[in-house]
Each structure stands twice: as C-alpha cells, then as structure tokens.
C-alpha cells in the first residue's frame, strides 16, 4: 500500500500556498490529510487535460470579460442616451405645445381678419348700392326737370299768347300766370334737388375711388378714409 505513494519536496508562492490552504479549510474545516488530496486533483486535472485547452479557456474568459465590460459600458452610454431621448422629448413636447398654441392664437386672428374683411365687402357693397341708387335718383331727378321745363316753356308761350288776348281774358292769364309761378317754384326746387344730388354723387364717387385705391391690408384693417366715415346716409324719397 505504501508503494502507491510518494514523497516529494515542491517550492510553491507562499501567497499561493496561503490561498490553497485557506480555501480547503473553508470547504473542509481543517487541512488534516485534506492537502494531500487536493494536490492529487489538481495533478490529476493537470494530466487528463490539455494545457493548449486551459490556455484557450483563459483566452476565452479574458475575451469574454473584455466583452462584458464593452458591453456593460455600452449599456452604460444607452442608458445616458436614453435619458437624453426622454429628456428631448419632453422639450419636444413643450416646443409642440407652444407651437399648437400660436397656431390658435393665429387661426384666432386669422378668424378676425376673415370677419372684418367681409364686414368691410358688405360695407363696400352698401356704399356701391348708395352709389347706385343716388345715379337712380339723379336720373330721375333729370328727366323730371326736363319735363317740368318743357312745361314751363309750353306755359311760357301759352302766357305769351293769353297776353296777346283780348282784355277779356285778363283773368284766365292771372290763373295761367299763377299756375306758371308755381311751376317755376317745383322747377326751382328740383333744380335745388338735383344741384345737392349732384353734390352727394360727387362726395360718393370719390368716396368709391378711395375704398378702390386701399391696399389689401387697409381693407382688411378696416382703415376707412375719413371722407367715407362722414358719408351720410342716403335718405329716400317718400
């Protein structure tokens, strides 16, 4: 029995030494014939395995450290990257927020342009049809004047012929008379109507030049000439 072992002096690193022997008491509890048998192991693994096998095994582990810590340092700057994406998004949001308010406040605006420029056509389009109307009623106006002076005329040269008339007729001229004196009066005023008529068509035909020669921006500002703004009214007939 004895012949199946044998004594052998071995120089070992005291630290390694210390290592081995700590590592046995802890899995053992003592080192008592524990040494022997954790040395013949490890001879054993020695032999049965190829040293070029341990040595790629080692390769192997380094790499896979190295590829570890590359790894855990990528995942590292991902998370840092991901932070900063949240944080990007957030801004995102804010800047989003902000813009989706200015896009209101100028649809808002853009609304009221809307409304004043077609407040401002549908007053345009009340001083064109003031416009119109007072052409209607100088027109009118013209022809009505040009029928009372036929008349007056017709009358003129009736009182001209009952003056030439007997004595007789002396009172049937005073009524033709009369009658001419106030034809002459309807003439008179109308001439009167037609002269203001005239006028108010002037101050409306200038009126309508300027709205014309506003620029776009002044129409939609409602920046009206003040020769417009003191237009009065057009008042009909009754």
């Given at each position: 029995m004895a012949e199946d072992y044998v004594r052998k002096t071995v120089k070992i690193n005291n630290e390694i030494w210390s290592k081995f022997q700590s590592k046995i008491e802890d899995e053992y509890g003592t080192t008592y014939k524990h040494v022997s048998e954790e040395m013949e192991k490890a001879i054993?693994?020695?032999?049965?395995?190829?040293?070029?096998?341990?040595?790629?095994?080692?390769?192997?582990i380094k790499n896979l450290k190295t590829e570890i810590k590359n790894l855990n340092d990528e995942n590292k700057k991902l998370k840092q990257d991901v932070i900063k994406l949240n944080q990007d998004i957030l801004d995102r949001d804010k800047d989003k927020k902000k813009v989706d308010k200015n896009n209101e406040e100028i649809k808002l605006e853009i609304n009221d342009l809307k409304e004043s420029n077609i407040k401002l056509q549908n007053e345009l389009e009340e001083i064109k049809n003031d416009y119109d109307n007072i052409k209607d009623e100088n027109t009118e106006i013209v022809a009505k004047n040009r029928e009372l002076e036929k008349d007056n005329k017709r009358l003129e040269e009736k009182y001209i012929e009952q003056v030439e008339e007997t004595n007789k007729q002396v009172q049937e001229n005073t009524k033709i008379k009369n009658k001419r004196e106030h034809t002459q009066e309807r003439l008179n005023k109308t001439q009167d109507e037609l002269n203001d008529s005239l006028k108010r068509l002037e101050k409306y035909s200038y009126a309508i030049g300027q709205v014309q020669n506003m620029s776009f921006i002044d129409r939609l500002l409602n920046r009206l000439p003040e020769q417009i703004k003191m237009l009065e009214p057009i008042k009909k007939e009754k």
């Amino acid at each position: 029995m004895a012949e199946d072992y044998v004594r052998k002096t071995v120089k070992i690193n005291n630290e390694i030494w210390s290592k081995f022997q700590s590592k046995i008491e802890d899995e053992y509890g003592t080192t008592y014939k524990h040494v022997s048998e954790e040395m013949e192991k490890a001879i054993d693994y020695y032999v049965d395995n190829d040293v070029i096998d341990i040595e790629n095994t080692k390769s192997k582990i380094k790499n896979l450290k190295t590829e570890i810590k590359n790894l855990n340092d990528e995942n590292k700057k991902l998370k840092q990257d991901v932070i900063k994406l949240n944080q990007d998004i957030l801004d995102r949001d804010k800047d989003k927020k902000k813009v989706d308010k200015n896009n209101e406040e100028i649809k808002l605006e853009i609304n009221d342009l809307k409304e004043s420029n077609i407040k401002l056509q549908n007053e345009l389009e009340e001083i064109k049809n003031d416009y119109d109307n007072i052409k209607d009623e100088n027109t009118e106006i013209v022809a009505k004047n040009r029928e009372l002076e036929k008349d007056n005329k017709r009358l003129e040269e009736k009182y001209i012929e009952q003056v030439e008339e007997t004595n007789k007729q002396v009172q049937e001229n005073t009524k033709i008379k009369n009658k001419r004196e106030h034809t002459q009066e309807r003439l008179n005023k109308t001439q009167d109507e037609l002269n203001d008529s005239l006028k108010r068509l002037e101050k409306y035909s200038y009126a309508i030049g300027q709205v014309q020669n506003m620029s776009f921006i002044d129409r939609l500002l409602n920046r009206l000439p003040e020769q417009i703004k003191m237009l009065e009214p057009i008042k009909k007939e009754k």
